[in-house]
C-alpha cells in the first residue's frame, strides 16, 4: 500500500512528505529501506534516525525535524498496528492430526486444528478455533475457552482452567505442582497440590514460564496479564489484571500482585507478600514485603527508586569516601 493508505488505516497524520512511496514492510531504522517505515521512541537512536533510509518513521507529537514522519499518541503501539499488516503469521487448517490421542470423553469445539502427537486426556472442554501445535498435552479435567492456541510442546494439567483467547508459547506448564513439602523427621513429606490454576482471557505466557497449582484453592492469573519467559509464579499467587511480568521474575507462594502492576526483569518477590495496583519493581529488586500501590522500588531489600539511585551514587563514591577516611585519621 502507499504512504497515504497506510496513514489513514492507522489514523496518522502525514508531515514532511515530498511524495507518496509505495511501503511493503516494516524494519528498524538502521535496516528499513526506502520502501519500508520504522518508528522512533528512544533518543538514543537519535543518531539512526537521521541516517535512516526509512520512507518513513512513525513520531511522537514532541519530536521535530524535517524528515517524512507519521504523526502518533503512541508511536510503538502504532508500529505493532502496522507490522500486523504487513506480517502473515502460519494459518492452521481445521483438523486432527492422526497421531494425535484425544480421549473419546474429550469435547473439542468447532474449527480445532489438532496437531502431530497432541494429547488430549478425559473430560477436557476446549473451546472454538482452538490451535495446539505439535506435542501438547492437555491433562484431564482442563476447561480451556474459544482461540485457544497452544505452541509446540506446551502442557495444561488437570483440572486448570483457561479462559478465551490464551495464548500459551513453547515450553510453557500451567498447573504444575506447587513446591511444598512438610518435615518429617529426616526427609521431606510431599503436601499433595490439591487445588488450580485459572488464567483470565486474553493472558499470554511465554516460552518457558510455569504457573503452579495451589496446594488449596488456586493460583489466579486475571484477564490481559502478560508473562514472559522463564517466570515462575508459585503456588497459590493471585496477579491482577493488566499486569505485566517480565523474564526470570520469581514470585513466591502465595504473592498478591495487584492490578496494572510492572515486574521487570529478574525481580524476586518472597512469599506472602502484597504488592499493590500500579506498582513498578525495576530490574532485579528483591522484594521481601509489602509494596504499596503506586511505588516505583529498586535494589535489595525493595526501597523507593528514588532512594535507591541516591544510593547507589554514593555507592560509586565508597571507595574514595574510605581512602579520604584513612587520610583523615592519619591525620588524628
Known amino acids: 500500500m502507499n504512504l497515504s493508505n497506510l496513514a489513514a488505516a492507522l489514523k496518522l497524520t502525514i508531515e514532511n512528505a515530498s511524495s507518496d512511496p509505495e511501503i511493503t514492510g516494516v524494519a528498524t531504522l538502521e535496516d528499513a529501506t526506502p520502501s519500508q517505515i520504522s518508528f522512533f521512541t528512544n533518543p538514543r537512536y537519535a543518531e539512526q534516525m537521521k541516517s535512516s533510509k526509512a520512507a518513513a518513521v512513525i513520531v511522537d507529537k514532541k519530536w521535530a525535524g524535517d524528515r517524512t514522519v507519521l504523526r502518533s499518541d503512541n508511536p510503538y503501539l502504532d508500529f505493532a498496528r502496522a507490522l500486523e499488516m504487513f506480517y502473515q503469521p502460519p494459518k492452521y487448517a481445521a483438523g486432527v492430526h492422526p497421531t494425535a490421542v484425544v480421549d473419546a470423553s474429550a469435547k473439542i469445539g468447532a474449527r480445532a486444528h489438532i496437531g502431530p502427537y497432541v494429547v488430549i486426556d478425559a473430560?477436557?472442554?476446549i473451546g472454538d478455533d482452538a490451535v495446539l501445535l505439535a506435542h501438547t498435552v492437555i491433562y484431564r479435567g482442563a476447561r480451556i475457552g474459544n482461540n485457544f492456541f497452544a505452541h509446540a510442546g506446551a502442557i495444561v494439567r488437570e483440572f486448570c482452567q483457561l479462559?478465551?483467547?490464551v495464548i500459551l508459547q513453547n515450553g510453557v506448564i500451567i498447573g504444575a505442582d506447587g513446591f511444598g513439602f512438610a518435615r518429617e523427621g529426616d526427609h521431606w513429606h510431599k503436601i499433595v497440590q490439591s487445588g488450580r490454576t485459572v488464567l483470565g482471557d486474553w493472558v499470554e505466557v511465554?516460552?518457558?514460564a510455569t504457573v503452579d497449582r495451589a496446594t488449596i484453592g488456586e493460583t489466579?492469573?486475571?484477564r490481559e496479564v502478560k508473562i514472559d519467559n522463564f517466570v515462575?509464579?508459585?503456588?497459590?499467587c493471585t496477579v491482577g489484571e493488566g499486569t505485566m511480568i517480565c523474564s526470570q521474575t520469581g514470585l513466591s507462594g502465595s504473592t498478591h500482585v495487584g492490578k496494572n502492576v510492572i515486574l521487570a526483569g529478574q525481580v524476586g518477590v518472597a512469599g506472602h507478600c502484597t504488592i499493590g495496583d500500579g506498582a513498578i519493581a525495576t530490574a532485579q529488586t528483591g522484594i521481601p514485603n509489602d509494596v504499596p500501590a503506586g511505588a516505583m522500588v529498586s535494589g535489595y531489600?525493595?526501597?523507593?527508586n528514588k532512594q535507591w539511585l541516591r544510593s547507589v551514587a554514593v555507592f560509586n563514591k565508597l571507595p574514595e569516601l574510605a581512602?579520604?577516611?584513612r587520610k583523615l585519621s592519619r591525620q588524628d
Open 123 to 125: 473430560d477436557v472442554v
Open 163 to 165: 479462559g478465551d483467547n
Open 206 to 208: 511465554q516460552a518457558n
Open 220 to 222: 489466579r492469573v486475571d
Open 232 to 236: 515462575q509464579v508459585g503456588h497459590g
Open 301 to 304: 531489600p525493595a526501597i523507593d
Open 323 to 325: 581512602r579520604t577516611l
